[in-house]
């Protein structure tokens, strides 16, 4: 799924969720994925207070989460949202509950939040069975984008990763990352759809997408579902590119359409035990690994990572000035 969400309008968010879960009930479908924070909206929350951020919150069994466990239930299919948590200490987190139609709920904190100070990271992997014999993991948005993660997952079992988003249209410090997309083009999509859809698949899109997501489902032979926000997210534009790959990084399906919307694949499982990123797997020399572990001293939080104008450190080897 990708669709906007209205900024703190949790009841309007979840008349969207529920007309979804029912068209894809209808289409036969098994596991839908909204996008990261869809329950509340995402980027305007940086803006909000603390207080504001705990009034809003809710707890994994509050009213959000258990109105799409019971459409979960009603519908016969596993259905992944995104919400703000609130836990019995007071600490907020950034997560997404997964309702499976036997009423289990899962819940995956985001490793590497950043959205506001007062939201925690997590600090667990989140890999889960479901009634159709296939082990789910979740990653949200950057977790993604840290090659560990998503090997520790495929390691724990996961044979389908769950990859919510709000992506797209983000001003990155990075020279050739991302970069924001004119509010205007969305504003105007209905009369130059073809402007936006331009955008959308381009170096702050899909191009971008292109350069790492297939590579996370090849080298750890997952299927991978990528839901993303799509439109207005404060004042960015999120540029939707919900797509659905198989354990060989082909796109199965895909959409670039400025819109709330929703894309069908059937996962071939099959493909599995046989794909590259699983075989080459198995040859893994864990001993080798042990730097992956080490603390190199300029590790930084996840705020300061992502919104620090410091550059990273590179290595480089001493000169000899006698040459």
Same mark, same amino acid.
């Given at each position: 799924?990708?669709?906007? &969400?209205?900024?703190?309008?949790?009841?309007?968010?979840?008349?969207?969720?529920?007309?979804?879960?029912?068209? /894809?009930?209808?289409?036969?479908?098994?596991?839908?994925?909204?996008?990261?924070?869809?329950?509340?909206?995402?980027?305007?929350?940086?803006?909000?207070?603390?207080? @504001?951020?705990?009034?809003? &919150?809710?707890?994994?069994?509050?009213?959000?989460?258990?109105?799409?466990?019971?459409?979960?239930?009603?519908?016969?299919?596993?259905?992944?949202?995104?919400?703000?948590?609130?836990? !019995?200490?007071?600490?907020?987190?950034?997560?997404?509950?997964?309702?499976?139609?036997?009423?289990?709920?899962?819940?995956?904190? @985001?490793?590497?939040?950043?959205?506001?100070?007062?939201?925690?990271?997590?600090?667990?992997?989140?890999?889960?069975?479901?009634?159709?014999?296939?082990?789910?993991?979740?990653?949200?948005?950057?977790?993604?984008?840290?090659? !560990?993660?998503?090997?520790?997952?495929?390691?724990?079992?996961?044979?389908?990763?769950?990859?919510?988003?709000?992506?797209?249209?983000? &001003?990155?410090?990075?020279?050739?990352?991302? @970069?924001?997309?004119?509010?205007?083009?969305?504003?105007?999509?209905?009369?130059?759809?073809?402007?936006?859809?331009?955008?959308?698949?381009?170096?702050?899109?899909?191009?971008?997408?292109?350069?790492?997501?297939? /590579?996370?489902?090849?080298?750890?032979?997952?299927?991978?579902?990528?839901?993303?926000?799509?439109?207005?997210?404060?004042?960015?534009?999120?540029?939707?590119?919900?797509?659905?790959?198989?354990?060989?990084?082909?796109?199965?399906?895909?959409?670039?359409?400025?819109?709330?919307?929703?894309?069908?694949?059937?996962?071939?499982?099959?493909?599995?035990?046989?794909?590259?990123?699983?075989?080459?797997?198995?040859?893994?020399?864990?001993?080798?690994?042990?730097?992956?572990?080490?603390?190199?001293?300029?590790?930084?939080?996840?705020?300061?990572?992502?919104?620090?104008?410091?550059?990273?450190?590179?290595?480089?080897?001493?000169?000899?000035?006698?040459?």
């Amino acid at each position: 799924m990708q669709f906007e &969400a209205r900024p703190d309008a949790k009841e309007h968010n979840l008349a969207r969720i529920a007309h979804f879960v029912r068209e /894809a009930a209808a289409d036969s479908v098994q596991v839908i994925a909204f996008p990261e924070m869809c329950l509340l909206g995402y980027w305007h929350l940086r803006n909000h207070s603390a207080k @504001k951020l705990h009034e809003l &919150a809710e707890p994994i069994s509050g009213p959000s989460t258990t109105a799409v466990r019971r459409l979960a239930m009603e519908n016969g299919m596993a259905v992944g949202v995104g919400f703000l948590e609130v836990d !019995e200490n007071g600490r907020l987190f950034n997560s997404y509950a997964v309702c499976l139609p036997d009423g289990h709920v899962h819940r995956h904190r @985001k490793l590497h939040a950043f959205e506001h100070e007062a939201i925690s990271s997590g600090a667990e992997y989140t890999v889960f069975d479901t009634p159709w014999g296939v082990r789910l993991g979740v990653l949200i948005c950057w977790d993604n984008n840290l090659v !560990e993660n998503v090997r520790a997952t495929a390691l724990m079992g996961a044979s389908v990763l769950l990859a919510p988003h709000q992506t797209g249209g983000t &001003a990155s410090r990075s020279p050739h990352s991302m @970069k924001p997309i004119p509010l205007e083009y969305w504003q105007a999509r209905y009369r130059d759809r073809k402007t936006i859809e331009e955008r959308f698949r381009g170096p702050s899109g899909r191009e971008w997408l292109l350069r790492w997501l297939p /590579a996370r489902a090849h080298d750890n032979g997952l299927c991978v579902v990528f839901s993303n926000g799509v439109g207005r997210d404060d004042d960015e534009v999120r540029t939707g590119n919900a797509m659905i790959l198989d354990p060989y990084g082909r796109i199965l399906v895909e959409t670039a359409s400025p819109e709330d919307t929703m894309v069908v694949a059937d996962l071939d499982l099959d493909l599995l035990p046989m794909s590259t990123g699983r075989r080459w797997m198995m040859g893994r020399r864990p001993e080798l690994y042990g730097i992956l572990t080490e603390r190199f001293g300029d590790e930084r939080d996840p705020r300061t990572a992502r919104f620090s104008d410091e550059p990273a450190r590179i290595y480089v080897s001493p000169v000899d000035d006698a040459q």
